[in-house]
Every structure is written in structure tokens, then in C-alpha cells.
């Protein structure tokens, strides 16, 4: 199916304003593997993680999340209307 972006893009936009939000593990038309990172009215922003991988946190501690350099040579874009229908969104709870 494809994504209702009518229906989704308003709401999901929303969750990215969240403190505990941390993005979407979706993908585009023709592959399911992109972290989403940010979002506007036109465009989600992904990292993909294919191409820049690097070794997973251990802990939520605040000195290793600074010292563990959690960036991609750059962001990509997708328009909304080509979003994977099959979206995860995920949050960091503490408490």
C-alpha cells in the first residue's frame, strides 16, 4: 500500500517535537532502511545507514551519547508522498 500522506504527515510530523522522540525506521519506494531524523512540509530527512555505519551505544548516558559521534556525512531527503507505508516510530523513555 502506499502512504496516506493526507491522512499520516500532519501527525507524524508532530512526533518529531517530542523530547522522547528519536525518529522513524522506515524507507522509500524500493527499499525499507532509512532512519528518519526530521521532517518539514515538502520533505522527511534520513540518514541512511548503509553508507556511514558505525558501532551501537551501550547506554543513554549523556558523556558516552557526546563522545559516540552519532552523525552521517549528510542528510538525504524523501518527499512524503514516497515514504514506505510501513513505518517505526521510536522513543527514548527514561522514566
Known amino acids: 500500500d502506499d502512504f496516506n500522506a493526507a491522512k499520516y504527515q ?38 541512511d545507514p548503509h553508507v556511514h555505519c558505525q558501532s551501537a551505544l551501550t547506554s543513554v548516558d549523556a558523556d558516552e551519547v557526546r563522545q559516540h559521534h552519532l552523525h552521517a556525512p549528510q542528510a538525504l531527503q524523501l518527499q512524503w508522498r514516497a515514504l514506505n507505508a510501513s513505518v ?8
Do not use: E, K
Open 10 to 47: 500532519t501527525p507524524i510530523q508532530q512526533l518529531f517535537g517530542l523530547s522522547q522522540f528519536q525518529g522513524l525506521a522506515s524507507g522509500g519506494p524500493t527499499t525499507s532502511a532509512y532512519y528518519f531524523v526530521a521532517a518539514c512540509n515538502d520533505y522527511l530527512f534520513y540518514l
Open 88 to 95: 517505526c516510530a521510536v522513543f527514548l523513555i527514561r522514566d
